[in-house]
């Protein structure tokens, strides 16, 4: 990424700065979009839940990025991690950051929209059965220890980027962090108590397929945004996230078809993702032709996956890592075969003949699962040690809903009665009229 | 012929269809109701009011059995339903006067006994 920008860039572009505006306020979109897909895809008694833990990463992991996150992922160009020189926001200004033309500020919050989908992300492996007050915990530390840690090795210039690893908009932080931190906390937390033993089905197909629809239409600012600028690369990306998902698409229809004789609407809804996932690393890196064979190609393994995790004893609930840890490998690696200078004025693929990207692909393909999955296995194990990661099997049966917020998703109403218990209900103080 | 009617927890329900099935009763009707027995009133809050939820989610099974197998029936609804707290439900047994099968017009115990296949 930082490879893209010109170096010599030191002024503010408002054309740009412009453009990076709209695409950080469509990615924080996707958080929302994310948050009625995972709703529709469980019970009604987690739906509130499963929405509000997307909507807890926007607290925890925004506060935690402005803190010590971005610093760390993006203040120098250590191999590891970066330095402690923008935490609390210092220096984080209306200058342009470095090797852009947009202002500091607009460039945190950027790539603070990105950490927030992606602790969004990993609560898709542990809903309908993780206690809140842990979650938010949970989503707190791992924004840093995991999602920042990748972030400085794949965008602020750590090793990952240094040895000329390709990722144009998150394949390595976003798609495989929280698809292999997702394998992780299932692991740690457990399967649903009724796992295997019932059907545990998805509640409403319509808000998944709202909530993929709105996840494509932020994807534009995501993919479309991570060129910081407006020139050729967000172009291509842009265009490229309009057709790959597009091929996804066709392909998991056929699967379907071949396979059930029917083609599902929760089938496509998860191919919409598959297809935004695998063109986020490639975006701007390969032609249109390309990224149209590669929204087939990454339909394929993620397809096998989400048929085949059900049938294992891991309930990784609403497969992160079929639809985000495998598709974001897949574009990845992809990358090192089809990469084309004369697209993105960067590197070749062992298609158009460097052998060598290949291999910086594959490293990464490599490193980022090994962390993000041992990681988030450590984090998980010794805040279990702390405290109940889960409630009880009764807790379970009631919903978490109920449980955890005392709110229902599709409460009648009927018979319920107001409390007036406290005393600042009991006073009935005169409320001053308008004159 | 009875019919038995069974008011269980919704989060029971499944563990019920299953006593079921195994005790081999396999013509049922289900359906969600609301109601209010001796249990503890449940207060949610909804931008900071709070209410007291009066009535509580309940799944009605409907069972039309010949004599014979009133009793499983009431086993498998107990122990399917069972949980030791206050609000576990309540099982019925009426008297039924008559039973036709739709399609054929099979009367009484010939109507409540399912047809297999």
């Known amino acids: 990424m930082t490879s893209l920008m010109s170096a010599a860039a030191t002024a503010v572009d408002t054309g740009d700065t412009a453009w990076m505006l709209v695409a950080t306020a469509l990615v924080m979109f996707m958080t929302i979009g ?21 909507i807890a990463a926007l607290a925890v992991a925004t506060i935690m990025w402005a803190l010590v996150g971005y610093s760390l992922a993006f203040d120098g160009d250590a191999k590891i991690l970066g330095g402690l020189g923008h935490a609390f926001l210092s220096g984080v200004g209306f200058e342009p950051r470095d090797g852009t033309t947009i202002p500091h500020l607009v460039f945190f919050a950027f790539q603070g929209t990105f950490c ?5 992300l990993v609560s898709g492996a542990v809903v309908e059965r993780m206690r809140f007050g842990p979650f938010l915990i949970f989503a707190a530390l791992w924004s840093v220890l995991v999602y920042a840690v990748l972030a400085h090795w794949a965008f602020g210039g750590g090793w990952l980027a240094q040895q000329g690893t390709l ?5 390595v932080p976003v798609e495989m962090g929280s698809g292999f931190a997702a394998l992780a906390a299932a692991l740690v937390v457990g399967a649903r108590k009724d796992y295997g033993r019932q059907a545990l089905l998805p509640h409403n197909a ?9 996840l494509w239409f932020g994807w534009f600012g995501f993919n479309g945004g991570s060129g910081f600028n407006t020139g050729n690369a967000s172009v291509l990306a842009f265009t490229n996230t309009l057709l ?36 986020t690393p490639a975006g701007g890196f390969v032609s249109p032709i390309w990224a149209m064979v590669l929204g087939v190609i990454v339909a394929l393994p993620c397809y096998f996956v989400v048929a085949w995790r059900p049938r294992t004893r891991v309930d990784e609930t609403l497969d992160v890592l079929a639809a985000h840890g495998v598709a974001g490998l897949t574009g990845i690696v992809f990358i090192g075969f089809f990469a084309q200078k004369g697209w993105n004025g960067v590197a070749d693929g062992l298609f158009y003949g460097d052998a060598g990207q290949l291999g910086s692909q594959l490293v990464a393909a490599l490193a980022a699962p090994v962390y993000a999955f041992g990681m988030t296995y450590v984090l998980l194990r010794v805040l279990g040690a702390l405290m109940p ?23 009648t109403g009927e018979g319920a009665i107001l409390v007036i218990s406290e005393p600042s209900h009991d006073e009935r103080k005169p409320v001053k009229q308008p004159a | 012929m009875k019919l038995v009617i069974g008011i269980v927890r919704p989060d029971k329900a499944n563990d019920v269809l299953e006593a079921l099935y195994r005790a081999e009763v ?10 209010h027995g001796g249990e503890l009133d449940r207060v949610e809050t909804y931008r900071g009011m709070r209410v007291k939820m009066g009535l509580s989610e309940k799944v009605r099974f409907e069972i039309a059995v010949s004599d014979e197998f009133v009793q499983p029936t009431i086993d498998a609804l107990c122990s399917g339903g069972q949980t030791d707290e206050v609000g576990d439900g309540k099982i019925f047994v009426v008297p039924l006067e008559r039973v036709v099968r739709i399609r054929t017009g099979e009367k009484d115990d010939l109507a409540v006994t399912p047809v297999s296949a």
């Not at chain 1, 009625?36 to 833990?53: C, E, P």
């Not at chain 1, 990722?167 to 394949?171: I, T």
């Not at chain 1, 698409?249 to 191919?271: K, P, S, V």
């Not at chain 1, 990661?389 to 409460?411: C, F, S």
């Open chain 1, 34 to 54: 994310l948050g009625i897909f995972y709703a529709g895809l469980v019970r009604a008694k987690n739906s509130l839940n499963t929405f509000m833990m997307c």
């Open chain 1, 116 to 120: 927030i989908i992606t602790t969004a």
């Open chain 1, 167 to 171: 990722d144009f908009a998150g394949g």
């Open chain 1, 206 to 214: 319509v808000y998944c397929l709202l909530g993929a629809g709105m």
């Open chain 1, 244 to 279: 790959t998902p597009a091929c996804t698409l066709l392909t998991w229809f056929i699967i379907d078809l071949l396979r059930n004789r029917q083609i599902t609407a929760i089938g496509a809804a998860t191919a919409i993702i598959v297809g935004c996932v695998g063109i």
């Open chain 1, 389 to 411: 990661l889960r409630g009880t099997d009764k807790e379970e049966a009631i919903g978490m809903d109920i449980i955890h917020h005392g709110e229902e998703a599709y409460v």
């Open chain 2, 26 to 35: 396999r013509g049922f009707s289900m359906s969600r109701v609301q109601g």
